[in-house]
């Protein structure tokens, strides 16, 4: 607990985790980094996005990206929604995605 009474922050391994896969905070961007994003996606420099690594418990290994794009603009929750994500080929269709998408709800 805090001085305030609210819990206090989670050792790392409980952060955003479960018995099969583990997301890695990457980067977070904001309005202040359109000029790294594609010219397409620029437009997603009004919300700030946290970009994670999805990584296999087990051995640690990389399986995949999970983006999250915190706005309530709707134009980029159009276009684009709140979460896009992406497995890498060998590690498709094991639930992966399934399992971050529900770590980062």
Known sequence: MTADGLPGPAPPDELLGDDA????????LGRGDEAVRPPEA?????????RFAIH????GER??????RLTGDPAIVH?????????????RRQG?????LGLIR
């Open 21 to 28: 896969v583990e997301l890695r905070l990457l980067r977070v």
């Open 42 to 50: 620029r437009f997603l420099a009004r919300a700030t996005e946290c």
């Open 56 to 59: 296999r418990r087990g051995d």
């Open 63 to 68: 399986v995949g990206r999970i983006h999250l």
């Open 79 to 91: 276009a684009v929604g709140h979460t896009g994500y992406e497995i890498d080929e060998p590690h």
């Open 96 to 100: 992966y995605a399934a399992r971050a």
